[in-house]
């Protein structure tokens, strides 16, 4: 079974833009979560999306956002880009959702903000 | 509010011996527990898992050991090899929140 994809690997952007994120999740995954990790710092939970549905948020900022679309594939956009957005951003499925089962991580996307 | 502890930042073990990780938390709700280990530039790889209603789950050479009592997780790999050498991070979860907290990782480097 094919593992979690997240595209783009690397991306660089400068202060001000936007840019989206894309996730696959493991085939008959239907939840996918998202993390933001920085330097220094764990894993900071964004959002979690099951079967479309966003079942709980992060303590970010609403720049940060989600979807999930049928097929469970998932997106994160980040709206007026900060260079401290810099970061590498996870993407994480599971069958039934955190607390309920293991997730399974993608290899993430480094965003750079310049 | 950090609610999900890692205090030691890294750990150095000689090959073949016993690596502890420690993990401790502060909510009594959280009733499953992860640890992860990631490389750089690579995605968390899942390691191993412990629900409350157990107080240790083996694969292998990893064993997970959970104090309720203590909030307190330790994963025990025995023995070390230098391919163990990475960032360790647990995670805890409560049924129905939808989202794991993780702790801030411990670098572990298994010396040959």
């Known amino acids: 079974k094919a593992g979690v994809t997240q595209t783009p690997r690397y991306l660089i952007k400068t202060r001000g833009q936007q840019v989206t994120l894309s996730c696959s999740p493991i085939?008959?995954?239907?939840?996918v979560s998202w993390y933001q990790q920085t330097p220094g710092q764990g894993l900071q939970f964004l959002f979690e999306?099951?079967?479309?549905?966003?079942?709980n948020k992060g303590n970010f900022p609403g720049r940060f956002s989600g979807r999930q679309f049928s097929n469970s594939r998932s997106e994160m956009n980040v709206s007026t880009l900060e260079l401290g957005d810099s970061a590498l951003y996870l993407c994480a499925s599971s069958s039934r959702g955190a607390g309920a089962d293991t997730q399974y991580f993608g290899p993430g996307t480094r965003l750079t903000v310049l | 509010d950090q609610q999900v502890k890692q205090n030691s930042p890294s750990l150095s073990v000689q090959e073949g011996r016993i690596s502890i990780l420690n993990c401790d938390y502060t909510n009594s709700m959280f009733d499953y527990f992860l640890w992860y280990k990631k490389y750089p530039a690579e995605g968390p790889t899942f390691l191993i898992s412990?629900?409350?209603?157990?107080d240790k789950n083996e694969d292998g050479r990893f064993t997970v050991f959970l104090n309720k009592s203590a909030k307190h997780l330790s994963l025990h790999i025995v023995p070390s090899q230098p391919g163990d050498s990475a960032v360790y991070f647990c995670a805890a979860s409560r049924a129905g929140t939808y989202k794991y907290i993780f702790g801030t990782g411990t670098r572990l480097k298994v010396l040959a």
């Open positions: 999306y099951f079967s479309e549905t966003q079942r």
């Open positions: 412990i629900s409350s209603i157990k």
């Open positions: 085939s008959g995954h239907r939840s």
